[in-house]
Nanobody
Framework: VQLVQSGGGLVQPGSSLRLSCAASGFTFSSSAMTWARQVPGKRLEWVSSIYSDGSTYYTDSVKGRFTISRGNAENTMYLQMNSLKPEDAAVYYC?????????WGQGTQVTVSS
C-alpha cells in the first residue's frame, strides 16, 4: 500500500486549498478513506471520511467548509478546504485502514496565517 499526498501550503485566512492523496496497492474503489490532521504537541484529529458508496462524514469544525471526494478512475482522494481558518493549520494525513493494513500518507503541511 502506498499513499502519496500533494497540495497544502501557506495561505491567508479565508482562502482555499485542495489536498490530494494518490493511492496504490489496494482496491481503492471499494475502500473507505480518511483525512486526519495533527498540530504539533496535540493528538491526531479525525477530519473526514469517505466510503465506497460515496457517503461522507466530517468533524463538526469543518462541516460546510471542507469537502472530501474521490476519483476512483485515478485512485485519488481529495480534500477541498474552503474558508480556511488559523485553527485549521496542521499537518494533514490521508489514511487507508483494513483488517490487515493501516497505512498513512507522508503528511502535508497546511499553514493559515495573515
Amino acid at each position: 500500500v502506498q499513499l502519496v499526498q500533494s497540495g497544502g501550503g501557506l495561505v491567508q485566512p479565508g482562502s482555499s486549498l485542495r489536498l490530494s492523496c494518490a493511492a496504490s496497492g489496494f482496491t481503492f474503489s471499494s475502500s473507505a478513506m480518511t483525512w486526519a490532521r495533527q498540530v504539533p504537541g496535540k493528538r491526531l484529529e479525525w477530519v473526514s471520511s469517505i466510503y465506497s458508496d460515496g457517503s461522507t462524514y466530517y468533524t463538526d469544525s469543518v462541516k460546510g467548509r471542507f469537502t472530501i471526494s474521490r476519483g476512483n478512475a485515478e485512485n485519488t482522494m481529495y480534500l477541498q478546504m474552503n474558508s480556511l481558518k488559523p485553527e485549521d493549520a496542521a499537518v494533514y494525513y490521508c489514511n487507508f485502514r483494513s483488517p490487515r493494513d493501516n497505512s498513512w500518507g507522508q503528511g502535508t503541511q497546511v499553514t493559515v496565517s495573515s
